[in-house]
């Protein structure tokens, strides 16, 4: 492809997360970075250091109003997700926001409709359903190899990163609720949350929260600031087998186990169970990064008018998640019905 016809690309917020942002569409076929820019100056040094052609900046509006850009990436604090997008939109950019897309439903359907109205591509963040192993599992879930479903349960724990500006439910569950959405295709019927703080005041670190699904499939989330080691796992249990998929794994990260209980009628009434101990199967997966295939969705998005798989409603979906879940924790746990 051409530097002529290569979409260009700012990237806005260089913390955490925005110099993979950065890496990504610099190394980009089908992208040039032409912006980074960040409200501290200091995290910019290291970006002109590396990518000298791109253009370094403290000030939004030099992004918004460059004549080159076309594209701006959010890797900002969430709280600001809702009005830089909105501004990035007003002034015609095709816009990726990192999770979540925004902090209300209200926010993100505001997104959604100027998006539509200004014909531009908005597309949320959630990279984990181009991560390799979960789309495995999608197509381990579309060929029935588990049975019917029964549970789902989500570790997503380490030590940190506090954020100043959400809770631990906006902060990690975004990732385990976009899978389940992914895997399962269809929004939860009800949701409830738990969380509290121990450390510092109004923001709470640990939270549970439990989506109940149709067909009776019972999600279960556990996220955490508070804890040892790190863990990211998810363990499903079905009819016919049972998987887990370990994220911190290097080589195996799902497992497919030939193993359930089967209840066999012994009388009338009367009922034993049996215990189905077989192999332990792990399948091959991919090695892309999700993050290169998230912005090869979203170039290709810009490109063609091709639905991205992480779309602005799938965004929205998440958000509504969330918010529920916010609206339960402020209830004591009570549930919410979507």
Not at 111 to 139: D, I, N, Q
Not at 200 to 215: K, N
Not at 290 to 315: C, M, N, Q, W
Request: with cysteine; aromatic share 8%.
């Amino acid at each position: 492809m051409s530097a002529a016809t290569r979409v260009r690309v700012a990237v806005a917020g260089c913390g955490y997360w925005g110099p993979n942002l950065i890496r990504n569409f610099a190394d980009h076929p089908d992208s040039d970075l032409v912006i980074a820019c960040d409200a501290k100056p200091e995290r910019l040094v290291s970006i002109r250091r590396r990518y000298p052609a791109c253009t370094c900046t403290t000030d939004f509006d030099e992004a918004l109003s460059h004549p080159l850009v076309e594209a701006v990436a959010l890797a900002t604090p969430v709280s600001s997700h809702f009005r830089l997008a909105r501004r990035a939109l007003e002034a015609g950019k095709h816009v990726l926001v990192e999770k979540p897309l925004a902090t209300s439903v209200r926010e993100a359907k505001a997104l959604v409709e100027l998006a539509r109205r200004r014909k531009c591509v908005l597309m949320a963040g959630h990279t984990f359903v181009y991560s390799p192993p979960v789309r495995k599992v999608k197509e381990l879930l579309a060929k029935k190899t588990l049975g019917r479903i029964y549970t789902m349960d989500f570790s997503r724990v380490n030590l940190g990163l506090f954020q100043p500006d959400v809770n631990v439910l906006w902060d990690l569950a975004p990732h385990d609720v976009s899978i389940a959405l992914y895997w399962l295709g269809r929004p939860p019927l009800s949701v409830r949350a738990q969380a509290k703080n121990f450390v510092r005041r109004g923001i709470q670190e640990v939270g549970y929260l439990s989506l109940e699904f149709s067909g009776g499939i019972w999600v279960h989330l556990h996220v955490s600031w508070l804890a040892p080691v790190k863990l990211r796992r998810v363990v499903l249990v079905g009819s016919s087998r049972m998987l887990v998929y370990d994220d911190t794994e290097n080589v195996e990260k799902v497992k497919i186990y030939d193993q359930g209980v089967v209840r066999n009628p012994e009388t009338f009434g009367e009922f034993q169970l049996t215990y189905r101990t077989g192999d332990i199967h792990s399948p091959k997966l991919d090695s892309t990064e999700p993050l290169a295939l998230e912005i090869s969705d979203f170039l290709r998005a810009i490109r063609t008018g091709a639905k991205p798989v992480s779309d602005a409603a799938f965004g929205l979906e998440v958000v509504r998640v969330l918010e529920a879940a916010q609206r339960s924790l402020e209830s004591r746990g009570a549930t919410v019905r979507l």
